[in-house]
């Protein structure tokens, strides 16, 4: 017996199993080969989805069903591996939400854990979280933790658009999804904008702060700043072979994950940049705020450009090539990999 290939069949043996398989009992040893295996093996496939394309469809959906009525309008961007499963890899989640003008997005709250990264922003568009409202610019990352009430509305003239991420197959997968609305479709503004940032972004915890939940206190990180600190060390000429410049998005309470459950990146890519190998246990989501490129993804290319997205599946070998400076957002499950001991990383080329 080995982890390469199973035990012969007998006709002792086959009758064996047949019977027991009555009494809803299995043998290990005819299927430990595929659920304790050598390396990780996923039905997750590395894909990449034109953002132009997805956009045109999403502004369909939006003659076609309200904001209201479909409580969140969402195209899930769905694994071509894993169709039907709502998941861009193996345990989460992504879509592309649309809020058009005048519309908002009912308040309500569930267990899972959700970003939105803002891909078109309108004056005047804002998402509220436990009370407090934010602006929403391109390129900013922002955060709903756990049970935490949310709504977003559009004051402006224009559509805004954003990607969800969300742990929602994770929590399915411990059957732990609750949910509940609000009662309302927009919870009381309680607290002044920028309030979170002013009590926990600048290096400064409240005197009487008590550290609740596993989710960063901060929920809005604004892209501008997170641009300025890739620049600044871009500046210095530490390019990293595997990644360029590349900086995770951290609870500043612990300094952990700014997500209980998921890791977020930003990573710059100079010009002309070719990274050697990088492969690890976490399947992770790209999207491209700034850049042209291309990334191989077990040798196969994918091109990409602005606002395009890609999925790389758990250990398989990625390599960025970057035809003009390019900035990715990143986020996959590693802040729980790394919790429960799983994650593994492997640098350099094969």
């Given at each position: 017996?080995?982890?390469?290939?199973?035990?012969v069949?007998?006709?002792?043996?086959?009758e064996?199993?047949?019977?027991?398989?009555?009494?809803?009992?299995?043998?290990?040893?005819?299927?430990?080969?595929?659920?304790v295996?050598?390396?990780?093996?996923?039905?997750?496939?590395?894909?990449?989805?034109?953002?132009?394309?997805?956009?045109?469809?999403?502004l369909?959906?939006?003659?076609?069903?309200?904001?209201?009525?479909?409580?969140?309008?969402?195209?899930?961007?769905?694994?071509?591996?894993?169709?039907?499963?709502?998941?861009?890899?193996?345990?989460?989640?992504?879509?592309?939400?649309?809020?058009?003008?005048?519309?908002?997005?009912?308040?309500?709250?569930?267990?899972?854990?959700?970003?939105?990264?803002?891909l078109?922003?309108?004056?005047?568009?804002?998402?509220?979280?436990?009370?407090?409202?934010?602006?929403?610019?391109?390129?900013?990352?922002?955060?709903?933790?756990?049970?935490?009430?949310h709504?977003?509305?559009?004051?402006?003239?224009?559509?805004?658009?954003?990607?969800?991420?969300?742990?929602?197959?994770?929590?399915?997968?411990?059957?732990?999804?609750?949910?509940?609305?609000?009662?309302?479709?927009?919870?009381?503004?309680?607290?002044?904008?920028?309030?979170?940032?002013?009590?926990?972004?600048?290096?400064?915890?409240?005197?009487?702060?008590?550290?609740?939940?596993?989710?960063?206190?901060?929920?809005?990180?604004?892209?501008?700043?997170?641009?300025?600190?890739?620049?600044?060390?871009?500046?210095?000429?530490?390019?990293?072979?595997?990644?360029?410049?590349?900086?995770?998005?951290?609870?500043?309470?612990?300094?952990?994950?700014?997500?209980?459950?998921?890791?977020?990146?930003?990573?710059?890519?100079?010009?002309?940049?070719?990274?050697?190998?990088?492969?690890?246990?976490?399947?992770?989501?790209?999207?491209?705020?700034?850049?042209?490129?291309?990334?191989?993804?077990?040798g196969?290319?994918?091109?990409?450009?602005?606002?395009?997205?890609?999925?790389?599946?758990?250990?398989?070998?990625?390599?960025?090539?970057?035809?003009?400076?390019a900035?990715l957002?990143?986020?996959?499950?590693?802040?729980?990999?790394?919790?429960?001991?799983?994650?593994?990383?492997?640098?350099?080329?094969?």
């Amino acid at each position: 017996m080995s982890f390469a290939q199973d035990p012969v069949l007998t006709p002792e043996r086959k009758e064996f199993y047949e019977r027991i398989d009555k009494r809803s009992i299995t043998p290990l040893w005819t299927v430990l080969n595929s659920v304790v295996t050598p390396e990780p093996r996923s039905d997750c496939r590395a894909h990449l989805w034109r953002y132009d394309e997805v956009r045109a469809l999403l502004l369909e959906a939006g003659g076609l069903i309200s904001a209201k009525e479909a409580e969140r309008r969402v195209l899930i961007l769905e694994n071509p591996g894993l169709r039907g499963k709502s998941s861009i890899t193996t345990d989460l989640y992504a879509g592309l939400q649309l809020v058009t003008p005048g519309e908002t997005a009912p308040a309500h709250r569930h267990s899972q854990s959700a970003l939105r990264l803002v891909l078109e922003a309108s004056e005047g568009a804002h998402t509220t979280v436990n009370g407090e409202r934010t602006d929403m610019h391109y390129g900013d990352f922002i955060i709903t933790p756990p049970w935490g009430w949310h709504d977003h509305d559009n004051a402006g003239s224009d559509p805004v658009i954003w990607l969800d991420g969300l742990d929602l197959p994770m929590v399915s997968h411990f059957d732990a999804s609750f949910a509940e609305e609000y009662g309302a479709d927009q919870q009381e503004v309680t607290r002044r904008s920028g309030d979170s940032n002013a009590r926990f972004g600048a290096n400064m915890l409240p005197l009487d702060y008590e550290k609740t939940g596993g989710a960063s206190p901060i929920f809005n990180y604004p892209y501008s700043r997170a641009r300025e600190a890739l620049a600044v060390l871009h500046r210095q000429g530490e390019i990293d072979p595997c990644h360029g410049i590349k900086l995770q998005y951290v609870n500043p309470v612990d300094g952990g994950a700014a997500m209980p459950t998921i890791a977020t990146f930003l990573q710059l890519l100079p010009a002309g940049f070719e990274s050697v190998g990088y492969r690890s246990t976490d399947a992770s989501v790209h999207v491209v705020l700034e850049g042209h490129g291309t990334t191989y993804i077990a040798g196969e290319a994918h091109h990409w450009g602005p606002r395009d997205i890609f999925v790389v599946p758990s250990w398989k070998d990625m390599r960025h090539v970057a035809t003009a400076e390019a900035v990715l957002f990143s986020f996959s499950d590693r802040a729980a990999q790394q919790k429960l001991g799983f994650f593994r990383e492997r640098r350099g080329n094969g």
